[in-house]
């Protein structure tokens, strides 16, 4: 975002507007630096519960971060709102990440890890997330796979974010990558593209066994799968756990189309 910030000690208020990077404060040690965070920050669970809710990650309550006066703020481009960023810089030091791969999710832990004076955790994470990742065994060949996180209207995922490369390192060929990054999808473009294998996120909506019927009319030869969209798209340090997760999924598909 062309910002740049100077910080004259390691932040001791930090305000987390992300989930996903929420978590990965937790767990580079920083519970009792981290003040406030969104009411979508639902892990560590019983951590989150005892910080300040600032409201949502597209909607936050600018009263309530004055009241706990950060030294430092971290949120995200995709994650958080522009205007909401711009009026939190005019007056707090406010720490900003874009991710799209892998890479970038380990570039962000690093710096974090850099400006929040935990760089030997982070350095281990980043460790043992590199090593998952290395161990993971993608489909051969791909597959053409369609992957969606919403319900009425269908929003499926497009090109250029976290979930289109997981979906790449798992084998998975996504066949909207040449859409916008989250396009909205209908019935017919679905049918046209005829994915073999239909991902149904768990968030942001909560798709759940129930909707599967819901696809399989519309597309009889998928095959079709909730799956925990955490592992697709949060990019902390939930990454430590998603290789061996995506593995899973990736040889569940391997047998159902064996079948």
Known sequence: MGHQIMLPHPPQRIVSLVPSQTELLFDLGLADKIVGVT??????KEQVKQKVKIGGTKNFHFDKIDELQPDLIIG???????????????????????????????QMLQQVGQLTGTEAIAAELEQRIKAGFEQLQPMQPGIKTSYF??????????????????????????????????????PEQLQQAAPQLILLSSEPYPFKEKHIQEFQELCPQASIKVVDGEMFSWYGSRLVKAPAYLQQVVEEVKRELEV
């Open 39 to 44: 009411k979508f920050c639902i892990h560590p």
């Open 76 to 106: 995200n481009k995709e994650e958080n709102y522009k205007e909401g960023i711009e009026a939190l810089q005019a007056k707090y030091k406010v720490w900003m990440s874009d991710i799209y791969t892998l890479a970038d999710a380990l």
């Open 149 to 186: 996180i919403w319900r009425n209207p269908y929003m499926a995922v497009g090109s250029h974010n976290i979930i289109d490369h997981m979906l790449g390192r798992c084998g998975f060929s996504n066949v909207f990558a040449d859409l916008e990054r989250y396009p909205e999808i209908s």
